[in-house]
């Protein structure tokens, strides 16, 4: 059971779009549309952002979308704003003995 | 409002055990599935373990198998985890997270506690 690697940072400025990756293996993320995404602001509890790999929450802007192919899923944040700097984390079921498996996390940084 | 309240976080010494509670209000809580996650400090998230609403389907990480017990008492609202022979590598901020969707167990927990910090030193 490894954790989906996600790159360790993503930066842009504001307005512009960034977007991270999220890389599984056939056992999680390439068999199975159940792959989220979530947002943590330092010190705070994380928020879900994205479920269903592409569905948003009540509430969650449609500047945020995700998308997958294969086994890589991807989230995008499209017009930058400061309020969006913090961790980015995916998670996705991992199938086997009912587990859940998440990404490493990626630090964006709006510059 | 959803309310999810973690306690029984302390320090404890290598080898020793802990048992978290999670405090639910705001829900039904009997018809969804419940979820911990940790949070090692200044690193990634990692997810723990899961009990499905109906007690039945419960499922661990390999690094607590054999160590965590998950549980849940419908008629009090809470969720638990029995934490035993406890290592250095178990530090961490614990939530419990409430998963989406109604009477399934899903990758969507869409309400978090705030978390409990387990130290073990």
């Known amino acids: 059971q490894s954790a989906l690697t996600q790159p360790p940072s993503a930066s842009g400025s504001p307005g512009q779009s960034v977007t991270i990756s999220c890389t599984g293996t056939?056992?999680?993320?390439?068999?199975?549309?159940?792959v989220s995404w979530y947002q943590q602001h330092p010190g705070k509890a994380p928020k879900l952002i994205i479920y269903?790999?592409?569905k948003r929450p009540s509430g969650v802007p449609d500047r945020l979308s995700g998308s997958k192919s294969g086994n890589t899923a991807s989230l995008t944040v499209s017009g930058l704003q400061a309020d969006d700097e913090a961790d980015y984390y995916c998670?996705?079921?991992?199938?086997?003995?009912?587990?859940?498996?998440f990404g490493t996390g990626t630090k964006v940084t709006v510059l | 409002e959803v309310q999810l309240v973690e306690s029984g976080g302390g320090l404890v010494q290598p080898g020793g055990s802990l048992r978290l509670s999670c405090a639910a209000s705001?829900?039904?809580?009997?018809?969804?599935?419940m979820h911990w996650v940790r949070q090692a400090p200044g690193k990634g998230l990692e997810w723990v373990s899961r009990?499905?609403?109906?007690?039945?389907?419960?499922g661990y990480a390999v690094s607590v198998k054999g160590r965590f017990t998950i549980s849940r008492d419908n008629a009090k609202n809470s969720l638990y985890l029995q934490m035993d022979s406890l290592g250095p590598e178990d530090t961490g901020v614990y939530y419990c997270?409430?998963?989406?969707?109604?009477?399934?167990?899903?990758?969507?927990?869409?309400?978090w506690g705030q978390g409990t910090l387990v130290t073990v030193s």
């Open positions: 997270a409430k998963d989406m969707d109604l009477r399934w167990t899903t990758a969507a927990w869409d309400s």
């Open positions: 705001g829900f039904s809580f009997e018809d969804y599935a």
């Open positions: 009990i499905d609403w109906d007690h039945v389907r419960k």
């Open positions: 056939s056992d999680d993320v390439g068999d199975y549309n159940d």
């Open positions: 269903a790999v592409n």
């Open positions: 998670s996705s079921y991992a199938g086997s003995n009912n587990r859940y498996v």
